[in-house]
């Protein structure tokens, strides 16, 4: 009743306030690099971390204001920077001076955060939902205590029951519209390193542990989406194998394989095939072809940003 919020929201956004613009471009600069401009992106203050590049921070800064705050426009801007599109590669000039690479001196590698990893793959199977608004997707824990998408059919003793809710293709919408509980983290999120909002998350983990590797393994997410992707690749080259395994790797890393990947990846499928003949028969090759989709899947080519 007094306005003394009101004013201080519109101090905080008037474009004069000193740290407004530069918090937020920050933000924007660690989510493309991996690491921000300044290190510690909740603390601007003494306690926090030092700006690596304190004159670039400023003319960010000064430029989204100048350029209307618009979002897109300083996405743009960075990702056309010669410092985004610099390549990733080491060398022992490099690792000499600056091993941490705080300098920028190359492009320093980070994984894809979880829900982008996840929408990842259901662009590359061909399954991705591009619904937009509505109501979140559910969230439930299944009869192995992991957390899935669908709906909570659990009795008042929270025992699992045998109904089942058809929820259509609302699974496969982007990782934005899945409910957020902080008592059912999604379990493809959470084991990826979604944020832990407890009270909240100023900057991401990224780790690199074993349970991420048994999940792109074993989930029944990543297996069914295997599937589906060599689905996709047999209705795009039917009955040419070279042809599926090349639009396969163009699809996950965004480039064509070389003639010796090509070879590599003809073999493994070739002694996949041979492997699942006695048990699946018939269907050996669509298999063989799905573990060859669920190794793209898996490769840290597809999980990390070079």
């Known amino acids: 009743s007094t306005g003394r919020r009101l004013t201080y929201a519109r101090h905080i956004t008037d474009g ?3 740290l407004t613009a530069r ?14 401009i300044v290190a510690s992106p909740g603390d601007f203050g003494s306690l926090g971390d030092r700006p690596t590049h304190p004159e670039l921070l400023d003319w960010l800064a000064s430029d989204f204001v ?21 390549s990733s590669h080491r060398t022992s000039q490099l690792e000499a001076v600056d091993p941490d690479n705080l300098l920028l001196g190359r492009m320093s590698i980070h994984r894809l955060e979880a829900e982008t990893l ?10 991705l939902n591009r619904k937009l608004l509505g109501p979140p997707v559910p969230v439930s824990p299944d009869e192995t205590g992991q957390v899935v998408i669908g709906v909570d059919t659990r009795d008042t003793a929270g025992r699992p029951t045998s109904k089942k809710v058809d929820l259509g293709e609302e699974p496969n919408r982007r990782s934005i519209y899945i ?3 902080r008592t059912l983290p999604l379990g493809m999120l959470e084991t990826f390193d979604a944020p832990v909002m407890t009270p909240n998350c100023e900057c991401r983990a990224s780790s690199t542990v074993t349970p991420q590797s048994l999940l792109l393994m074993n989930s029944e997410f990543i297996v069914s989406q295997s599937n589906e992707f060599a689905k996709r690749l047999r209705t795009a080259a039917p009955d040419d194998l070279h042809a599926q395994l090349r639009e396969g790797a163009r699809l996950a890393f965004g480039q064509a394989p070389s003639e010796a990947e090509l070879q590599e990846a003809a073999e493994f499928v070739k002694a996949q095939t041979a492997a699942l003949a006695p048990v699946a028969k018939a269907a050996a090759a669509e298999q063989a072809l799905a573990c060859y989709c669920q190794a793209l899947l898996s490769a840290n080519q597809f999980l990390y940003v070079d």
């Open 23 to 36: 918090v937020l471009v920050n933000r924007f600069w660690l989510h493309h690099f991996g690491r921000g």
């Open 16 to 18: 004069k306030h000193p």
């Open 179 to 181: 409910q957020s509980r």
């Open 118 to 127: 996840r929408d990842a793959v259901l662009a590359v199977s061909g399954k």
């Open 66 to 86: 100048a350029g209307g705050w618009r979002l897109k426009r300083l996405h743009k801007l960075i990702l056309t920077s010669t410092a985004y599109r610099q």
